[in-house]
Nanobody, 121 residues
Framework: QVQLVESGGGLVQAGGSLRLTCAAS????????MGWYRQAPGKQRELVAS???????NYVDSVKGRFTISRDNAKNMVYLQMNSLKPEDTAVYYC???????????????WGQGTQVTVSS
């Protein structure tokens, strides 16, 4: 079984910072990429940032220059440093990983349970 566990969410004032952490554990053969998604009330889940095992990153335009994704391959962890937070960043943030659980299995998506980020104005 693969588990993704997020931490680091909370309430912060506009302009503040938060750091999200996600740890992947369980049966993991290889991780292809990891990422962060978010879902605000009444909106669809959207990709915030992703990072490959080689370190290539991708960001949604609205967070470029403010958020930084990084990962520790040895620990199967991914981080999201969020600076200059805005009220519109308020959402539940989900950790995602596209990985192979064993050498026999195909890669598939796994998700964390989500962590709430609330930015007050």
């Amino acid at each position: 079984q693969v588990q993704l566990v997020e931490s680091g969410g909370g309430l912060v004032q506009a302009g503040g910072s938060l750091r999200l952490t996600c740890a992947a554990s369980g049966s993991i053969f290889s991780i292809i990429n990891m990422g962060w998604y978010r879902q605000a009330p009444g909106k669809q889940r959207e990709l915030v940032a992703s990072i490959t095992s080689a370190g290539s990153t991708n960001y949604v335009d609205s967070v470029k220059g403010r958020f930084t994704i990084s990962r520790d391959n040895a620990k199967n962890m991914v981080y999201l440093q969020m600076n200059s937070l805005k009220p519109e960043d308020t959402a539940v943030y989900y950790c995602q990983s596209f990985l192979r659980p064993t050498w026999r299995e195909r890669a598939q998506d796994y998700w964390g349970q989500g962590t709430q980020v609330t930015v007050s104005s």
